[in-house]
């Protein structure tokens, strides 16, 4: 039977992830801490990696009851540590100037920064699916598919594109449950710039979006729904989450029903 396998939440939107065993389900629909804070410039856009490639070669790993976030540039040695509350201003002047623009770090508590407000819960993706398109291109890893397309819920004892059937029709959601928390399936999630990239240098492969398009069509599920793929670059399962779900907790090992 399908299990939850990896639980992936992205503390502050666009940089590195950390891997739990248990998440909670907050009042919006997404899982705590992820996505928690956003980069923002003075006209209070984000700043992500569909806007620079400069977010790539920014390494950091939070310790989550701490409150901490430990930042270091790639191939570079030194590292700099800040409180995530008390150090507010420090940190919000390091990323000012790596960034070489003003920057402030804003705080969602009710669901983060989701891509997608309309779904706004977690993101699922079966692990078959990442070691497929990891076939589909030569020296690619799983961990860098993995890196690429940045899914919170990662299942195992599925085929690849598992996720594709929990969907139905625009306008429809189609149930399924993790453990104790129930979710709606809405839609495959489009695909930006960031799975071009090479994740931790921010190289772009201007084939790539080309090649995984081609891949995606040959080898889409029968299960899958083709009303949801007005084009292929899609990949992982966007949902929504009610508020009935608000402070269950998802499990590592948890059972998917259908």
């Avoid at 930042?71 to 509350?85: K, N």
């Avoid at 819920?153 to 598992?162: G, K, R, T, Y």
């Avoid at 790539?208 to 069509?217: C, D, H, N, P, S």
Wanted: proline letters at 6%; one cysteine or more.
């Amino acid at each position: 039977m399908p299990y939850l396998s990896k639980i992936l939440i992205y503390p502050i939107k666009s940089l590195d992830a950390v891997e739990v065993t248990t998440a909670q389900i907050l009042p919006g629909g997404a899982i705590a801490h992820d996505r928690e804070f956003a980069l923002v410039d003075e006209q209070g856009q984000f700043v992500n990696a569909k806007r620079t490639d400069k977010i790539h070669s920014l390494r950091s790993c939070f310790d989550l009851a701490a409150r901490t976030v430990t930042l270091r540039i790639e191939g570079q040695g030194q590292s700099y540590a800040f409180d995530l509350e008390g150090d507010r201003a420090a940190l919000e002047s390091w990323l000012s100037q790596y960034f070489d623009t003003p920057i402030t770090l804003q705080q969602n508590l009710h669901m983060g920064f989701p891509d997608d407000t309309a779904a706004s819960g977690a993101t699922v993706v079966a692990g078959e699916s990442l070691r497929a398109i990891a076939s589909w291109f030569p020296g690619m890893t799983l961990e860098e598919v993995r890196q690429r397309f940045r899914a919170n819920l990662e299942i195992e004892d599925a085929p690849a594109f598992w996720e594709d059937q929990l969907m139905s029709e625009p306008g429809q959601f189609l149930p399924f449950q993790i453990g104790e928390v129930s979710f709606l399936g809405s839609h495959p999630c489009a695909r930006c710039i960031v799975p071009t990239r090479n994740p931790w240098i921010g190289e772009r492969d201007r084939h790539f979006q080309k090649e995984f398009m081609a891949q995606r069509k040959a080898t889409l599920p029968a299960w899958a729904k083709p009303s949801r793929f007005d084009h292929f670059y899609r990949l992982t399962l966007n949902t929504q989450v009610l508020p009935s779900e608000t402070g269950k907790t998802l499990r590592v090992n948890d059972l998917v029903a259908l």
